[in-house]
């Protein structure tokens, strides 16, 4: 069965914290993203992983940072954390092919107060 | 860029009824399009895609590139249908990303 699993599902942290959301999936896929999820916005991409130590900046990626030091865990950081991060954080992984679109698969999700 | 319009932010039916989820996007490109459901504290998945052609729990979803549509449809609504549906074309400037849509809370009413 395809898993994709966070490291909390609820998190509470102070403005000004350094925050760490943890993803990892275990079906070997190259790509890894992380989205946020608001009401009345959708998902918006924060940033995308093609593989180890590779990156590519999302939609919305101030703020923010990640890590991809190895395949199956993708890291996102949130510096210095601020209120208007507050949100539902989900990770997603999908396959990677050439000119091709794969079904991403999801987390269940972080929900992350900063107050 | 992909710019991705679900006018419907809710969608409110009756049971039996036929409900129709709209989406439109702006790149038609590729045919990979993807419809993605979230029920309530469930993760979201995928409902269907369009390369697939495959009819998942009832829905159907068409593809028109003339008018770049990609509209869910189910004739006989159900209450397990109470969802947050998401449209998600491919995004135009990298292999394997998705743009998704602001979403729509359908409401299946008995």
């Known amino acids: 069965d395809v898993k994709v699993t966070q490291s909390s599902r609820y998190l509470v942290k102070r403005t000004g914290e350094k925050v760490f959301l943890e993803c990892v999936q275990d079906m070997d896929h190259e790509n890894m993203f992380w989205y946020r999820q608001d009401p009345g916005l959708g998902l918006r991409l924060i940033y995308f992983s093609y593989d180890v130590k590779m990156k590519e900046k999302g939609d919305i990626p101030e703020g923010y940072s990640v890590s991809r030091e190895k395949k199956e865990r993708f890291s996102l950081i949130l510096e210095s954390a601020s209120t208007n991060q507050t949100s539902m954080y989900l990770c997603?992984?999908?396959?990677?092919?050439?000119?091709?679109?794969?079904?991403?698969?999801f987390g269940p999700g972080t929900r992350l107060t900063v107050t | 860029a992909q710019r991705v319009t679900q006018p419907e932010k809710l969608l409110s039916v009756f049971k039996g009824a036929p409900v129709e989820l709209k989406c439109n996007y702006s790149?038609?490109?590729?045919?990979?399009l993807f419809w993605y459901v979230q029920y309530s504290r469930q993760r979201l998945q995928l409902l269907l895609r369009h390369i697939s052609r495959e009819s998942i729990k009832g829905f159907t979803a068409d593809l028109n590139k003339g008018e770049t549509s990609f509209h869910l449809k189910k004739p006989f609504a159900q209450e397990e249908d109470s969802a947050m549906y998401y449209c998600?074309?491919?995004?135009?400037?990298?292999?394997?990303?998705?743009?998704f849509g602001a979403g729509t809370q359908v409401v299946v009413t008995p």
């Open positions: 997603a992984s999908s396959l990677s092919g050439t000119g091709g679109v794969y079904e991403q698969y």
């Open positions: 790149y038609s490109g590729s045919p990979e």
């Open positions: 998600a074309p491919p995004q135009t400037d990298s292999w394997g990303k998705l743009q």
